[in-house]
Each structure stands twice: as C-alpha cells, then as structure tokens.
C-alpha cells in the first residue's frame, strides 16, 4: 500500500510539472497605443522632418517620448515641412532650417511655443485662449473660421489646423500648414 501511494504521488508530481509551461504574460489592453506623440513625428518623418530637427535641437524629444508628470497628457500643434521652409524664408533672422537650428535660444523657444502642457482634442477647443499654457509658458487662442464651403480651427488666427485629432499615447497632435511665431520680446522690456 505504502508503494502504491509512492507511485501514486510520484505521477502525480511527474503530471503537474508537465503541464507548467512558461510562457510569458504580456500585458495588453485594448486602448494602448504604442506611439508617443515624439513616436508619430519621427515615423512621418517624410511629412514632419524639419519640425523633428527642431524638437530634438530644442531639446523636447524627451518630453514628447514620455508622458506628462502631471497627468494631463500634451498636445503638439504640429507645422509640415512647407510651413517651417515658409517660416525660415519670410524671417529675416535665419536664411535656412540650419541657421534656425544653430540658434539654441530661439529653437528651444519655439519648439516648446507648438507644445501645449495639456491634451486637448479639437472637440474641447475653446472659442478664444486654451485652458493650459505652452510649454514656452504662452497661452495659444483657437478660433474658428467659416468662409464658403469651408470651416476649419485657426491657432493664433495664424496656422490653420488641417489634420486634427492624431492620438498618441501621451496625448494629441494637430498639424498645422503653418509655423507658429512665438513672441520672443515685447515692448515691455525696453
């Protein structure tokens, strides 16, 4: 009898070894997305390659690759490459995308002037200023603009949005046909 029971629990531990697989347990939820907003910039690099120089050289790559400490996600307002060549040719400080990038103070400025400390998809525009500075610490106004056939947001009746609601994991990306210009001095310093 003792034998039997020997037997008995040696098949039994012999059955419960086999059937312990180690496969990995991977977590996956159904509304994870897999690209940051700096992810999206990146991958459409063909569309966006100059605004991409621009965040690196202003050094809000980091920040766009993780999320937000406060919770609250960001939102990039996102220029084409035609919208930073029309930038760079009507400025009169930088005659090309390298002039503008060997300018650290003023790259760093402006990348963080497209960022907003917030994510807002274009359903929560507010007619006038967005409830959360820019990552320059500016406040940015939407407006909306009807003309005939046509209706669309206006970023500091400036960049009319022409792709909205691109949903990253750390928030939102609008692209923008033209480069924000962020304020850089005022009158009330002289």
């Given at each position: 009898m003792r034998q039997l029971l020997y037997t008995a629990g040696f098949f039994a531990l012999i059955m419960m070894a086999l059937s312990c697989d180690d496969q990995p347990v991977e977590a996956n939820f159904e509304d994870m997305i897999n690209m940051t907003i700096y992810d999206y910039v990146a991958e459409n690099d063909s569309l966006f390659s100059s605004f991409l120089k621009i965040l690196e050289a202003g050094g809000i790559d980091k920040t766009l690759s993780a999320y937000n400490p406060d919770g609250l996600d960001y939102t990039l307002f996102l220029p084409t490459d035609e919208a930073v060549a029309q930038f760079i040719a009507q400025s009169d400080r930088f005659s090309s995308l390298d002039d503008?990038?060997?300018?650290?103070?003023?790259?760093?400025i402006l990348s963080r002037y497209h960022a907003v400390n917030m994510g807002i998809k274009s359903d929560d525009f507010p007619f006038g200023a967005l409830p959360e500075y820019t990552l320059s610490e500016d406040i940015l106004t939407v407006s909306f603009i009807?003309?005939?056939?046509?209706?669309?947001?206006?970023?500091?009746?400036?960049?009319p949005v022409i792709l909205p609601n691109v949903e990253a994991s750390n928030g939102w990306v609008h692209v923008i046909s033209e480069t924000l210009t962020p304020v850089t001095s005022t009158t009330y310093l002289w």
């Open positions: 503008l990038l060997a300018d650290h103070e003023y790259v760093s009807v003309k005939p056939d046509t209706s669309y947001y206006s970023i500091n009746n400036q960049a």
